[in-house]
């Protein structure tokens, strides 16, 4: 026989785990120094450059018409 499940409970408990699952995301984003978070933003500046300098031909421009 099937288990019998309280969906009020099933629903706090996704909740909860979807909080857990978003706090981790945050204290991964905002909990680290103001060193590493420029170390980081200057890295993808320098890895952004290169990629634009290595391009064969400009992007297409919009032409109305």
Do not use: W, Y
């Amino acid at each position: 026989m099937a288990e019998i499940v309280n969906l009020r409970r099933k629903r706090k408990e996704q909740a909860r785990t979807a909080q857990a699952d978003k706090a981790a995301a945050n204290r991964a984003k905002f909990g680290r120094p103001l060193a590493e978070r420029k170390l980081e933003s200057a890295l993808n500046a320098l890895a952004a450059k290169n990629l634009n300098g290595h391009r064969l031909t400009s992007a297409p421009e919009d032409k109305d018409g």
